[in-house]
């Protein structure tokens, strides 16, 4: 028979309560513990990033720009206009073909021209002939002038002579002074008339100079409109001064389309002489200086330059800097041709520096990623950068020579102070 025993009961529950009470309480340190705890540092593939070990020595600064091409230079463009209104009758040579002085272009048309250039030819010839015939009246009036001043001259000669010889006869007695004084006044007066004959003689030359110059000059007022209208004919075959590409104009014309005087109806480029139009961002942009180092790739080869201009202008955020290229030009460049430029800023001789880093600008504060020095984890530091170049950037606080930064993005761990390296 089983007694009951209420105590023995009551001492199993307050056993049993005190159990479940403790459990509770430790359940909920450990799990107090754990929220506590810092979450694992994150693991990164190595091989999805790029390093680079902080150094110290000379720095160059650099801009750099992948959208650039060649472009001709403004003395190695030729646009050659139409000299008159005229008509295009042949088309000789198409664009991108190499063309000499010799070279004929195209065929121009202009029936006025040629008119006018028949007129100026007659004109010529008439004006010469009027010359020939003022001259020979001229001269045939000098002669006359001539003869009639050496008659008087010689009468003025042989008065004198008489004159002279009639005074020494009347010093000594043999005539009168009536037969002396008639002889020295008819010697006087012809010496009078002699005078003036000369003096007229010089006004005839100086005449007949004088209008035969002045015909002179419609001979070379002739001559001038005559050699307008030839050249004018001469231009009616297009041709370049110059050897070189022959370029598509913006605007090309075609046979049979009439052009007026000043059109341009070719254009030739010397392909030896081109330069390098680089786009360069409007930030990037503000250090560059007339006259410093440039370095063109062609991707056919490289050449040196220098900056010769910097357009004032902005365009979608970049501005246009002209190099002129110090080295011969590589096969196969020609105008428009796709390049790259690097222009040095400044030489910096003694400064710490890195690799630049994906995300970052010059003079700021970055957050990177340190490696630590077992090369299983990196650490997140704050470092102050300076002056930046194309690949490296000046470091001023937070790193030192030796150390290995992470340059790649890790804007995905921006949450986390530690990686783990795998």
């Known amino acids: 028979m089983d007694i009951a025993r209420p105590d023995i009961r009551k001492k199993k529950n307050r056993r049993m309560a005190v159990w479940t009470v403790l459990g509770i309480a430790g359940l909920s340190a450990l799990a107090y513990g754990v929220s506590r705890l810092k979450p694992a540092s994150p693991t990164v593939d190595r091989s999805t990033i790029w390093t680079d070990t902080v150094k110290r020595g000379p720095l160059i600064r650099q801009v750099r720009s992948s959208t650039g091409s060649l472009v001709p230079r403004e003395d190695s463009i030729e646009l050659i206009p139409a000299q008159t209104d005229a008509t295009v009758v042949r088309i000789r040579v198409l664009p991108g073909a190499q063309v000499t002085p010799s070279t004929i272009i195209m065929d121009l048309n202009d029936p006025e021209l040629e008119q006018e250039?028949?007129?100026?030819?007659?004109?010529?010839?008439?004006?010469?002939?009027?010359?020939?015939?003022?001259?020979?009246?001229?001269?045939?009036?000098?002669?006359?002038?001539?003869?009639?001043?050496?008659?008087?001259?010689?009468?003025?000669?042989?008065?004198?002579?008489?004159?002279?010889?009639?005074?020494?006869?009347?010093?000594?007695?043999?005539?009168?002074?009536?037969?002396?004084?008639?002889?020295?006044?008819?010697?006087?007066?012809?010496?009078?008339?002699?005078?003036?004959?000369?003096?007229q003689l010089d006004v005839n030359q100086k005449a007949v100079a004088v209008q035969l110059a002045s015909q002179k000059t419609k001979i070379e007022q002739a001559q001038a409109l005559l050699d307008l209208y030839e050249k004018q004919s001469a231009a009616l075959e297009v041709r370049s001064t110059i050897s070189g590409t022959l370029a598509p104009l913006a605007m090309p014309v075609q046979v049979g389309e009439h052009v007026t005087a000043g059109t341009s109806v070719a254009e030739v480029i010397q392909r030896d002489k081109l330069k390098a139009a680089l786009q360069i961002a409007e930030t990037q942009a503000r250090d560059i200086q007339i006259g410093q180092p440039a370095l063109i790739d062609t991707h056919n080869g490289t050449i040196p330059g220098h900056v010769t201009r910097i357009d004032p202008a902005v365009v979608n955020g970049t501005r246009t800097v002209d190099v002129m290229l110090d080295g011969p030009l590589p096969a196969g460049a020609v105008p428009q041709l796709s390049v790259d430029g690097t222009i040095d800023l400044e030489r910096m001789s003694d400064v710490l520096y890195v690799g630049r880093p994906?995300?970052?600008?010059?003079?700021?504060?970055?957050?990177?990623?340190?490696?630590d020095p077992d090369g299983k984890s990196a650490t997140r530091v704050q470092v102050k950068v300076g002056r930046a170049s194309v690949n490296d950037i000046q470091v001023l606080e937070g790193l030192s020579v030796g150390d290995t930064v992470i340059l790649s993005d890790m804007s995905r761990w921006d949450g986390v102070d530690r990686i783990r390296l795998e």
């Open 358 to 371: 994906a995300l970052g600008n010059e003079d700021s504060t970055l957050s990177l990623f340190r490696v």
């Open 117 to 199: 250039l028949l007129n100026a030819q007659l004109a010529l010839k008439a004006a010469q002939a009027d010359y020939k015939s003022l001259q020979a009246t001229l001269e045939s009036t000098l002669m006359d002038k001539k003869t009639a001043a050496a008659q008087v001259s010689a009468d003025y000669t042989q008065d004198e002579l008489q004159a002279q010889t009639d005074k020494a006869l009347y010093d000594l007695g043999v005539i009168s002074g009536l037969a002396y004084e008639k002889s020295k006044s008819t010697a006087d007066q012809l010496t009078t008339q002699h005078q003036l004959s000369q003096e």
